[in-house]
């Protein structure tokens, strides 16, 4: 059954954002602190999401996370309750652990990918649905001031690093210091018109 709802996440996902663009999924609330062409610096609120680690290649990470999280926020809980999609789907490579900080600061490890997808504004600690997959795991991120670098096109993990090292020469030239490695932001499925893609980099700073 469980397998069933998974499948149905193209429906849910398409209907929040189309092949044109179109997006009506509540998205994660943020302040514009400046801006700078594609470069924006945001204040997010704290955040709860729905995580999972996947030891995989770029491509199978993240059809095995989306999977793993379609199927928690599809009833795969204790509670068997169905939760609406919110974007964005943060992606981001990890692996050894160099320091804590908010929420975690990482090294780039080959073949281990984290993604998560963000809660709906409307849930607390107490009141999400417990999962009932293991490798799905529940934390709430504090508020923080994030970097953002918004591009459209492909999603590929080449691209990925070209505009997090773009991103990360912007905090530099501007003294800014980064908190965290890159993540990418998602907001569109595979099959939007690439030039339509809402596709961001994040990086948390002080």
């Known amino acids: 059954m469980i397998k069933t709802l998974t499948?149905?996440?193209?429906?849910?996902?398409?209907?929040?954002?189309?092949?044109?663009?179109?997006?009506?999924?509540?998205e994660a609330a943020y302040t514009v602190l400046l801006q700078d062409r594609d470069i924006e610096i945001r204040a997010y609120r704290p955040l709860l999401i729905a995580e999972t680690n996947v030891e995989a290649d770029y491509a199978n990470s993240g059809s095995i996370g989306f999977k793993r999280l379609a199927g928690y926020i599809f009833g795969?809980?204790?509670?068997?309750?169905?939760?609406a999609m919110t974007t964005p789907v943060y992606r981001e490579q990890?692996?050894?652990?160099?320091?804590m900080t908010a929420p975690v600061l990482q090294q780039k490890s080959a073949?281990?990918?984290?993604?998560?997808?963000?809660?709906?504004p409307e849930y607390t600690l107490s009141t999400l649905p417990e999962p009932l997959d293991p490798l799905v795991e529940i934390k709430q991120l504090p508020a923080k001031k994030v970097a953002v670098l918004h591009y459209s096109g492909s999603l590929s993990e080449e691209k990925i690093n070209r505009m997090a090292d773009e991103l990360s020469a912007w905090l530099s030239r501007h003294a800014y210091t980064a908190l965290s490695p890159a993540r990418s932001a998602a907001y569109d499925p595979p099959w939007t018109?690439?030039?339509?893609?809402?596709?961001?980099v994040h990086i948390d700073i002080e």
């Open 7 to 26: 499948q149905l996440l193209a429906s849910l996902f398409l209907a929040g954002c189309s092949m044109f663009g179109i997006r009506n999924s509540q």
């Open 76 to 83: 795969n809980n204790r509670q068997q309750q169905k939760m």
């Open 94 to 99: 990890q692996g050894e652990k160099i320091a």
């Open 111 to 120: 073949g281990q990918w984290r993604m998560a997808f963000v809660m709906p």
């Open 193 to 200: 018109i690439p030039a339509l893609r809402r596709n961001e």
